[in-house]
């Protein structure tokens, strides 16, 4: 039985001259045709809108942000999403079938393939074991990507990852687990282990959780405002702009006015704060 540890050059040696798939024929047509009837369950889900989730806790949200949390619970409208993050969406989700795919077509072993999983409540799915290993599998941006190549996100963590797969392991015993991530621009693939000493007890988060987003008062915010530039204005931070709720969240800000947006060549701005106007457009928000 291999092990974990090779499964990346495992994968990369299905497409050299002197590697390519070991098992029969039979096996290797039984794992691509899963992989193609499970992609097309993913694109009738998400063409006929069944893959919209409804409001309630889940494993995959425990580590979203409290107030972003809360947001999600409450009769509050958020933006739309934007015409192609439908396909974004069901990119990543073919990406990830994908990747287990080649994962058992290099020999290696993926069970439990969506197994349901609970915890104080909270159910969630697991995306399978490969050699026995729990692991979470997920395809992301370059620089999402370099974050779970150097381990950076242990420490820088926006959507919550650490949490979702701490969760997974507490619900199902386990003591070791992993990210199992695609660069989808490059194709680059990596592991990155969490160990027992990272995983975290998330029960008691869940337990907290379910306080909060019955409360009629929603948390502090999630992340502060930063400077923009010298300029003395403020600005939401990365992680607020691309959040759904950013209109309702920072009413207050501009002395109660909310957020106001200028149009950069870069891009929009959402200052929180304006000294010194800046010399663009101005935009409606």
């Given at each position: 039985?291999?092990?974990?540890?090779?499964?990346?050059?495992?994968?990369y040696n299905l497409f050299k001259d002197?590697?390519?798939?070991?098992?029969?024929?039979?096996?290797?047509?039984?794992?691509?045709?899963?992989?193609?009837?499970?992609?097309?369950?993913?694109?009738?889900?998400?063409?006929?809108?069944?893959?919209?989730?409804?409001?309630?806790?889940?494993?995959?949200?425990?580590?979203?942000?409290?107030?972003?949390?809360?947001?999600?619970?409450?009769?509050?409208?958020?933006?739309?999403?934007?015409?192609?993050?439908?396909?974004?969406?069901?990119?990543?989700?073919?990406?990830?079938?994908?990747?287990?795919?080649?994962?058992?077509?290099?020999?290696?072993?993926?069970?439990?393939?969506?197994?349901?999983?609970?915890?104080?409540?909270?159910?969630?799915?697991?995306?399978?074991?490969?050699?026995?290993?729990?692991?979470?599998?997920?395809?992301?941006?370059?620089?999402?990507?370099?974050?779970?190549?150097?381990?950076?996100?242990?420490?820088?963590?926006?959507?919550?990852?650490?949490?979702?797969?701490?969760?997974?392991?507490?619900?199902?015993?386990?003591?070791?687990?992993?990210?199992?991530?695609?660069?989808?621009?490059?194709?680059?693939?990596?592991?990155?282990?969490?160990?027992?000493?990272?995983?975290?007890?998330?029960?008691?988060?869940?337990?907290?959780?379910?306080?909060?987003?019955?409360?009629?008062?929603?948390?502090?915010?999630?992340?502060?405002?930063?400077?923009?530039?010298?300029?003395?204005?403020?600005?939401?931070?990365?992680?607020?702009?691309?959040?759904?709720?950013?209109?309702?969240?920072?009413?207050?800000?501009?002395?109660?006015?909310?957020?106001?947006?200028?149009?950069?060549?870069k891009g929009i701005t959402y200052l929180?704060?304006?000294?010194?106007?800046?010399?663009?457009?101005?935009?409606?928000?």
């Open positions: 039985m291999k092990k974990i540890d090779t499964l990346i050059p495992d994968i002197e590697g390519g798939c070991s098992l029969s024929n039979k096996k290797r047509d039984e794992i691509i045709d899963q992989c193609l009837s499970n992609i097309k369950d993913q694109l009738v889900n998400a063409v006929t809108g069944k893959d919209i989730q409804p409001k309630k806790l889940r494993m995959s949200n425990v580590g979203h942000p409290d107030r972003q949390l809360w947001y999600q619970f409450q009769d509050i409208e958020k933006e739309p999403l934007n015409d192609n993050d439908y396909i974004k969406f069901l990119y990543g989700h073919i990406i990830e079938e994908l990747v287990l795919c080649l994962s058992e077509l290099a020999g290696h072993t993926v069970t439990d393939r969506q197994k349901e999983t609970k915890l104080e409540g909270v159910k969630g799915h697991i995306d399978g074991r490969v050699d026995g290993i729990l692991t979470d599998v997920k395809s992301a941006s370059h620089i999402s990507f370099k974050k779970f190549q150097d381990h950076s996100l242990y420490t820088d963590d926006p959507f919550g990852y650490l949490d979702q797969l701490s969760s997974y392991a507490t619900a199902e015993g386990d003591r070791e687990a992993t990210f199992l991530v695609m660069n989808k621009l490059t194709g680059e693939l990596c592991l990155m282990p969490l160990h027992e000493l990272e995983i975290t007890d998330t029960g008691e988060r869940i337990k907290y959780l379910k306080r909060v987003v019955k409360s009629k008062t929603p948390p502090p915010k999630c992340y502060p405002d930063v400077p923009d530039g010298k300029s003395g204005n403020y600005k939401l931070g990365l992680n607020c702009f691309y959040c759904a709720y950013k209109k309702d969240c920072w009413s207050d800000a501009n002395n109660g006015h909310g957020l106001r947006a200028f149009e950069y060549k929180t704060r304006v000294s010194r106007r800046p010399d663009v457009p101005e935009m409606g928000v």
